[in-house]
């Protein structure tokens, strides 16, 4: 099993509509966790880190299920410029080294 | 500029060559991680360092591969005796332990071209 996984996608969404996606990770001590956006051929770049109470950063929301070992991100009323690789990504502290998602790719369309 | 800095930002090489690549951290991070990365994939973890202790390295990563980073600093990251599936875009990240925000910083990356 892998780290991290993320839907595979791609996702093709109109301008306008609300798109979710899920990630599940397999170490349970992780403690650390964020969504990353990479725009093709650029480095990855923070979004937003996730809390266990769930975040909100404008259109995007963030949830963290420990019990599950889940993580969300929600992106409503999409726009063109959405349209990148989301990557999940767990740990980072303590004795836990940072751990990508293969990615989820977004297509926003007019 | 005091981002992470990647050097060089493009190399092409022939099979069976050496290449060694630079990773300068921001200054006040004690992690320094390298990241392998192919179209259409995430970033595969490699190798990490806390300080100059580097603390895992990757089962994927063959023998070919080394990374040091002597004194706490920068980093280098050589592969030995290239092969064509060497060929890929290598990012370091640095990030800082503790409380909070742990968020990766990344460089622009290395892009390795073996022919």
């Known amino acids: 099993r892998k780290e991290v996984e993320q839907d595979p996608g791609p996702f093709n969404v109109p301008e306008g509509a609300t798109v979710a996606f899920n990630c599940t990770y397999s170490?349970?001590?992780?403690?650390?966790f964020f969504w990353y956006r990479q725009d093709c051929r650029k480095e990855p770049k923070l979004l937003m880190s996730?809390?266990?109470s769930g975040n909100e950063d404008g259109r995007f929301t963030a949830q963290l299920n420990r019990a599950s070992q889940y993580i969300s991100l929600l992106i409503r009323d999409s726009k063109l410029s959405d349209s990148a690789t989301y990557l999940c990504v767990v740990g980072g502290t303590g004795g836990f080294k940072t751990i990508f998602g293969a990615g989820t790719r977004l297509f926003v369309k007019a | 500029d005091t981002g992470v800095s990647q050097d060089p930002r493009h190399k092409i090489t022939k099979r069976g060559q050496n290449v060694t690549f630079r990773c300068d951290p921001i200054?006040?991070?004690?992690?320094l991680y390298w990241y392998r990365q192919t179209l259409g994939q995430g970033p595969e973890f490699l190798t990490y360092?806390?300080?100059?202790?580097?603390?895992?390295k990757s089962r994927l990563l063959s023998d070919r591969f080394s990374a040091e980073r002597p004194k706490g600093s920068f980093s280098t990251l050589e592969i030995q005796r290239t092969e064509q599936g060497d060929s890929a875009m290598y990012l370091c990240?640095?990030?800082?332990?503790?409380?909070?925000?742990?968020?990766?910083?990344f460089g622009q990356g290395t892009r390795l071209t073996v022919v």
């Open positions: 360092f806390q300080n100059e202790a580097q603390l895992e």
């Open positions: 996730v809390y266990s």
């Open positions: 200054s006040e991070h004690n992690r």
């Open positions: 170490n349970s001590a992780s403690q650390s």
């Open positions: 990240a640095s990030s800082q332990t503790g409380e909070g925000n742990t968020e990766a910083f």
